[in-house]
């Protein structure tokens, strides 16, 4: 079974911190995303990576930042913590291939006080 | 961009009884490629079922199975035979390459005993 583990469950993080959430993944996977979870809103891409050092913009980038050094690992960053920033992340992979579904992580509950 | 619309926010149905979970999308493409994901409360989001638009054949893994309606740009779930452990929310998908996914809103699926 593919294994996607981001680091933390919860998480509290004071505004202006800068925040980072790690997500690993086991399976040899080439594409990894962020995304973020609110109620209403579904799930919205923040960044995607298709392959090491590779990153694209999702639908709502503004105030994030990722890096992807090797492949197994993906990382969300905040730069600078806002309030509107509190919300569910959830990190995903897949297989570079259109029909292969995405395997994600059990997310991790950021709150920014 | 594409969208995802599930037109549902929330849904209840009896335990055994079937039911079904509404999506419809919008886009101008031919071939691409639809999923449904479950969501338990505080659980992993997993793949449910699978749809490849080019297969005229809906898609069907044991209670669950597709309505798959392209020149409408429907694409629906019925659960049959529900089962407490149904209740969760779920979202429909759509990607065209399989390097960005669009998700819907998610619809709140609750099984009354």
């Known amino acids: 079974d593919v294994k996607v583990t981001q680091s933390s469950r919860y998480l509290v993080k004071r505004t202006g911190e800068k925040v980072f959430l790690e997500c690993v993944q086991d399976m040899d996977h080439e594409n990894m995303f962020w995304y973020r979870q609110d109620p209403g809103l579904g799930l919205r891409l923040i960044y995607f990576s298709y392959d090491v050092k590779m990153k694209e913009k999702g639908d709502i980038p503004e105030g994030y930042s990722v890096s992807r050094e090797k492949k197994e690992r993906f990382s969300l960053i905040l730069e600078s913590a806002s309030t509107n920033q509190t919300s569910m992340y959830l990190c995903a992979s897949s297989l570079q291939a259109p029909n292969q579904p995405q395997h994600f992580g059990d997310g991790t509950r950021l709150s920014i006080l | ?113």
């Open chain 2, 1 to 113: 961009a594409q969208t995802v619309t599930q037109s549902q926010p929330e849904m209840s149905v009896q335990e055994a009884e079937t039911v079904t979970l509404s999506c419809t999308y919008d886009t101008s493409e031919s071939d691409y490629y639809l999923f449904w994901y479950k969501q338990p409360p505080s659980r992993q989001m997993i793949l449910v079922i699978r749809q490849e638009a080019y297969k005229q054949q809906n898609a069907t893994e044991n209670r669950f199975s597709v309505n798959f309606q392209k020149a409408a740009k429907s694409f629906s779930l019925k659960i049959s035979d529900s089962q407490l452990g149904d209740a969760a929310m779920y979202f429909c998908a759509y990607t065209l390459a399989g390097n960005q996914f669009y998700f819907g809103t998610g619809t709140s699926l609750t099984v009354i005993p």
